[in-house]
């Protein structure tokens, strides 16, 4: 595997579920990003991770809780989620975590709460 | 603090004509400039930046962009497209400070007709 890749691709979840995404680099970067795409609408940054540590959280509801184990991957936990939460959540990678950025994106994983 | 603004959600182009995609940034500060694109079904890539230097900026898959401070603008170019150019393609902007994020516009969809 190279570059970054996300599982699942696509998730269906019911407001009461509790579901799992899950992010792996393969670049040897140090720093790991959550962003929910919404139609129509810019990225939204949701967390940022610098080794290893939680670095950003922007307003992030707490229906959502990432975790970063290592260097190498990323979580996104989620549970209670609602209609709204319905997006393309993307991960993605940099070295470094201050500009100039160059990320790294995974394909996405497509979650539909129903 | 920084902004981005596409000022096209959709540009339509015949093959093989030229195409333009306006973006517009505004900061009291310098900045780094990225134009990334997004292939359906899959996440960001990075298709050009300019940090620095030579205002016209080459990127790949024949794509370029000049930076122009007086216009703070950033415009995409591309003097002949293909079919496969249909993406999705978004203007990100930073500051140099290392507490700078990056901030991506909201988009521009290329839809290239036969």
């Known amino acids: 595997e190279t570059g970054v890749t996300q599982t699942p691709r696509h998730l269906v979840m019911g407001m009461t579920n509790k579901k799992s995404l899950k992010c792996e680099q393969h670049?040897?970067?140090?720093?790991m990003y959550w962003y929910k795409q919404s139609a129509k609408k810019p990225l939204e940054l949701m967390f940022v991770y610098s080794l290893e540590e939680r670095v950003e959280n922007n307003s992030v509801p707490s229906r959502f809780s990432p975790e970063c184990p290592n260097s190498s991957h990323l979580f996104l936990h989620l549970h209670t989620l609602q209609p709204e939460d319905s997006a393309l959540y993307l991960c993605a990678s940099s070295q470094g975590r201050g500009p100039p950025y160059e990320q790294y994106f995974g394909p996405g994983t497509r979650l539909t709460v129903t | 603090a920084q902004s981005v603004t596409q000022l096209d959600s959709q540009v339509p182009v015949f093959e093989e004509a030229p195409a333009e995609l306006r973006c517009n940034y505004s900061s009291s500060v310098s900045v780094y400039l990225f134009w990334y694109v997004q292939y359906p079904n899959q996440g960001l890539q990075l298709l050009l930046k300019y940090l620095s230097g030579s205002t016209l900026v080459k990127g790949i898959n024949g794509f370029e962009a000049e930076f122009n401070k007086s216009q703070t603008s950033f415009h995409l170019r591309k003097p002949s497209v293909h079919i496969s150019d249909t993406a999705e393609y978004f203007c990100a902007v930073s500051g140099y400070s290392s507490a700078s994020k990056i901030i991506f516009g909201s988009g521009t969809r290329l839809s290239i007709r036969p």
């Open positions: 670049l040897g970067h140090n720093a």
